[in-house]
């Protein structure tokens, strides 16, 4: 023979194995190219029923009787619940397509410890993650400042995910935090108690009435909507500093409420005090006044 009739065997053998390999029958009567036909209607009505499931789960999470879950711990559970299963489906798809699974197995465990050396953060998020929804300590909305070896982080709490919490600044900006850092953080929720108290400081000279500042201060808010009809309003001298006297504000407002009232507020004691004839010292005065002595 010669070579080229070598090399046209060679290739007539190479698709036999092929044809054989995709449409022999196996011991149950089903050729390979069935069994690929098979896992993949089996990965096709997973997605559908999987899909179908969370949408359930979202629906049931949402009704009103019963105790109420948190929008962290429905996203959470939800996104286990759907690895879990994609899990199971692929341990199936893997039997349909008649890989052996022990061999398999072995390689698995080596790559797992491999992994959870490498991995050790992330699994630690993963974990971090189940106990943070589980105490509700932080949900979803809650307004919170984390303060950890790598700084401060305030915002509103988006989501959180099997290995990071997202929160949304005021500035619009989005900042992730590893929820291993999260535990190990100090966090302040400005919103957990459904309530949350302004302080609002202002300065005004010794010459001015005191008396009639604070009425003042108690006037711009007394028609407020957004107090919270059970919480203490008042208006004291906070503290005689050395050339002001401090008046301090304070009032009980709705957490989404508070920026909106104090950021408010500044302009209406400036408007006011001004009108009333009430001088609030600026830098200038101070200075002049060290110079006079």
């Not at 080229?4 to 029958?25: E, L, S």
């Not at 943070?132 to 932080?138: D, G």
């Not at 929720?189 to 008396?211: C, E, K, P, Q």
Request: proline share 2%; with cysteine; glycine share 6%.
């Amino acid at each position: 023979m010669t070579t080229a009739d070598y090399a046209y065997q060679g290739w007539v053998d190479f698709w036999q194995r092929f044809a054989d390999f995709f449409w022999k029958p196996d011991d149950h009567g089903l050729n390979y190219l069935s069994r690929i036909a098979i896992a993949l209607a089996i990965i096709i009505v997973a997605w559908l029923l999987i899909k179908l499931l969370a949408l359930i789960l979202r629906k049931a999470f949402k009704v009103k009787k019963g105790p109420q879950v948190d929008a962290s711990a429905k996203y959470f559970a939800i996104q286990i619940i759907k690895f879990i299963l994609w899990l199971c489906v692929g341990f199936v798809v893997a039997s349909v397509l008649k890989f052996d699974l022990t061999g398999v197995a072995g390689i698995t465990s080596a790559i797992t410890v491999a992994l959870g050396l490498a991995l050790q953060d992330l699994i630690g998020s993963f974990f971090s993650g189940i106990l943070i929804v589980h105490q509700k300590s932080i949900r979803t909305g809650d307004y919170i400042l984390v303060k950890n070896a790598y700084g401060e982080s305030e915002g509103v709490v988006d989501k959180i995910h099997f290995f990071f919490t997202y929160l949304k600044t005021t500035q619009g900006q989005t900042v992730i935090i590893p929820n291993r850092n999260m535990t190990g953080a100090v966090i302040t929720n400005f919103t957990l108690l459904g309530r949350r108290r302004i302080d609002y400081n202002v300065g005004v000279s010794y010459d001015a009435d005191v008396i009639k500042a604070k009425e003042i201060l108690l006037s711009l808010i007394k028609d407020e909507e957004c107090l919270l009809p059970n919480g203490a309003v008042e208006a004291y001298v906070e503290s005689l500093g050395p050339y002001y006297v401090n008046l301090r504000l304070r009032c009980w407002v709705k957490p989404e409420n508070y920026w909106k009232l104090y950021n408010q507020l500044s302009e209406r004691v400036l408007l006011a005090f001004r009108e009333a004839g009430i001088t609030i010292p600026s830098s200038t005065d101070y200075t002049v006044k060290k110079i006079a002595e």
